[in-house]
């Protein structure tokens, strides 16, 4: 009867855990990091709950956390007291940052996933709260057209990790990146729900690119928002982006264009082109367009990766 009780609360985590989720390891250059090693660990009681608009009833709300007030909306709640004991990965401008979900969990609401950095005052991240300015690097929305638009249309459906490039011509420092998926189940009755953590990074070997265009958390999301009253049923529609333009990597902000591109064909040196599961394309890649294994293929008008 224990192992039986035990077997069945160790699904319900897994279960909660699948329709409400939280990113906390890391994996860059093929290595996997321990559970919050670089990602700011955050204070919540139930970490896998997400962050609502504060116009939200009461009764929705988790652990009194907001989206569109106050510091949660940065890095979670309660991050930001965990900065300090928390490494900084050196990463390569350039080269892929992924993060991946806790405890087995998958993502399985419809909805849009972005990924923000900001540089940290002074290059010390750890001494860093996120309230300074924040660009885009990366978002992704719907990759099969004509799937169900409520589940698996989405590119994050089913999938456990959200992953993005660092510009290549990113400014060398020190920076928070702020992965986020966004539930929009729910927008319908203007209850979207974010899922969001930081990792600190030391971004080398970058270039003098000019960041932009900016915002701010909070400041990025509003209850009238069109992305927080939007319905995912009854058919597909156009996907109401949230925050600024996705920043082209160039001297002077950045660009949202709104159709899809195949990436270019390069035979290119096995040496110089991206691995298995990198990025080889998409609208503002400067990096290389060949696979050193499988092929380059679109994902979206954002990313194309090699598979």
């Known amino acids: ?66 989206i569109d007030v106050g510091t949660d909306a940065r890095c979670n709640q309660g991050a930001f007291n965990n900065a ?5 990965l050196s990463v390569t401008a350039g080269s892929e940052l992924r993060v991946k979900l806790g405890v087995g969990a998958t993502m399985e609401h419809p909805g849009p996933s972005y990924v923000y950095m900001s540089r940290a005052p002074g290059d010390n991240v750890k001494a860093y709260d996120g309230s300074g300015d924040w660009f885009k690097i990366f978002q992704e929305g719907v990759c099969k057209q004509g799937a ?25 420092g020190e920076y928070l990146v702020r992965f986020e998926h966004v539930g929009i189940h729910r927008s319908h009755v203007n209850q979207p729900e974010h899922y969001m953590s930081c990792v600190q990074v030391k971004v080398t070997g970058g270039g003098t690119g000019a960041p932009g265009p900016m915002t701010r958390f909070p400041g990025t999301y509003k209850s ?62 400067a990096g290389t367009n060949c696979c050193a294994q499988g092929t380059c293929k679109v994902s979206n008008e954002w990313y194309s990766q090699c598979l």
Do not use: E
Request: net charge positive; charged share 10%.
């Open 224 to 285: 009238s928002d069109s992305y927080a009253n939007f319905s995912v049923y009854n058919g597909y529609k156009t996907v109401p982006w949230s925050g600024p333009a996705v920043w082209s990597g160039s001297g002077t902000g950045g660009s949202s264009p709104t159709t899809s591109t195949p990436p270019p064909t390069s035979t290119g040196n096995p040496g110089t082109c991206a691995a298995l599961f990198g990025q080889c394309g998409g609208s503002g890649w």
């Open 1 to 66: 009867m224990k192992l039986s009780g035990l077997l069945v609360s160790l699904a319900l985590v897994v279960q909660g855990a699948t329709a409400h989720y939280f990113f906390d390891v890391v994996i860059y250059n093929g290595q996997t990091s321990s559970s919050f090693q670089y990602i700011r660990d955050f204070t919540r009681v139930t970490r896998y709950n997400p962050t609502k608009l504060s116009s939200n009833p009461s009764v929705d709300i988790r652990d009194n956390a907001f």
């Open 148 to 172: 169900d638009f409520s589940r698996d249309a989405w590119c994050t459906w089913g999938r456990n990790w959200v992953a993005a490039t660092i510009p290549k011509n990113t400014p060398n």
């Open 84 to 88: 300090g004991r928390t490494q900084v």
